[in-house]
């Protein structure tokens, strides 16, 4: 049969290459983002490259309510009755998220990168709930442990992740698979000649892992897998010395 994929945040960077790599697989996609231009040009792109139905729905995590992110998902639905993934890449930061200045951007942050993807997985979760399928999210490193930068970034991106695996735990006699990856640093714009502590990671290649593992009941996972290590260490490390570390 037939498989179709949402991808939200599909302009750029992961959601971009996941787009790339989905249809590679001849699975029908739905894009979306703020930028509908650029996802016009994708779709198209697709289309003749892969002989696949790409369509492009618009969306604006900044400005969601309930009742228009569940207009959102019957809309993706309606025009791809056969969607069974989908993959929630989205996410803003702010180079300003510090310190005490953290609190005047949690609202903003907390509307983009937790309530808005929050009120799409719960109206996702309301059409796939009985089907084989999965809902993946991307929530981050940062989310490791608190420290002074990101802060507000930080806190959307753990919150999304309670939420998400507390859904997983509700849908777990489902075959609803819900999947959060902690995702390490990743070649973009904003990391392009910056001198970073780890190393980072390509879109592509962090877009084969979510495909390879859509059919999986993973839960938590952290891509690249060398994070999980340094998770572990990150947690534990005293505080005399983490109070000392700066990435």
């Given at each position: 049969?037939?498989?179709?994929a949402?991808?939200?945040?599909?302009?750029?960077?992961?959601?971009?290459a996941?787009?790339?790599?989905?249809a590679?697989?001849?699975?029908?996609?739905?894009?979306?983002?703020r930028a509908?231009?650029?996802l016009q040009?994708?779709?198209?792109?697709?289309?003749?490259?892969?002989q696949?139905q790409?369509e492009?729905?618009?969306?604006d995590?900044?400005?969601?309510?309930?009742?228009?992110?569940?207009?959102?998902?019957?809309?993706?639905?309606q025009?791809m009755p056969?969607?069974?993934?989908?993959?929630?890449?989205?996410?803003i930061?702010d180079?300003?998220?510090?310190g005490?200045?953290a609190v005047d951007?949690?609202?903003?942050?907390?509307?983009?990168?937790c309530?808005?993807?929050?009120?799409?997985?719960?109206?996702c979760?309301?059409?796939?709930?009985?089907?084989?399928?999965n809902?993946?999210?991307?929530?981050?490193?940062?989310a490791?442990?608190?420290?002074?930068?990101n802060?507000?970034y930080?806190?959307s991106?753990?919150?999304?992740e309670?939420?998400a695996?507390?859904?997983?735990?509700?849908?777990?006699?489902s075959?609803?698979?819900?999947?959060?990856?902690?995702a390490?640093y990743?070649?973009?714009?904003?990391?392009r000649?910056?001198?970073?502590l780890?190393?980072?990671?390509?879109?592509e290649?962090v877009?084969?892992v979510?495909i390879?593992?859509?059919h999986?009941?993973?839960g938590?996972?952290?891509?690249?897998?060398?994070?999980l290590?340094?998770?572990?260490?990150?947690?534990?490390?005293?505080w005399?010395?983490?109070?000392?570390?700066?990435?």
């Amino acid at each position: 049969m037939k498989q179709a994929a949402i991808i939200i945040g599909a302009s750029s960077g992961l959601g971009r290459a996941l787009a790339e790599a989905i249809a590679h697989t001849g699975t029908d996609v739905i894009m979306s983002a703020r930028a509908e231009q650029e996802l016009q040009i994708l779709a198209t792109h697709l289309r003749i490259r892969y002989q696949i139905q790409a369509e492009v729905i618009p969306l604006d995590l900044a400005t969601l309510t309930t009742a228009t992110a569940k207009n959102y998902v019957d809309q993706c639905f309606q025009k791809m009755p056969h969607c069974s993934q989908v993959y929630i890449t989205a996410g803003i930061i702010d180079e300003l998220d510090k310190g005490t200045e953290a609190v005047d951007y949690l609202p903003k942050l907390m509307q983009v990168n937790c309530m808005g993807i929050s009120y799409v997985m719960n109206a996702c979760c309301q059409w796939l709930q009985n089907r084989s399928a999965n809902i993946t999210l991307i929530s981050s490193i940062a989310a490791i442990r608190p420290r002074g930068s990101n802060i507000a970034y930080s806190a959307s991106k753990i919150a999304l992740e309670y939420m998400a695996l507390g859904l997983r735990h509700h849908f777990a006699q489902s075959p609803l698979r819900i999947q959060v990856y902690r995702a390490g640093y990743m070649e973009t714009a904003l990391s392009r000649g910056k001198k970073l502590l780890f190393p980072v990671a390509k879109p592509e290649r962090v877009a084969h892992v979510l495909i390879k593992n859509r059919h999986k009941d993973t839960g938590l996972v952290y891509v690249p897998v060398f994070w999980l290590p340094l998770s572990w260490v990150l947690q534990y490390l005293p505080w005399f010395i983490f109070k000392k570390l700066k990435f």
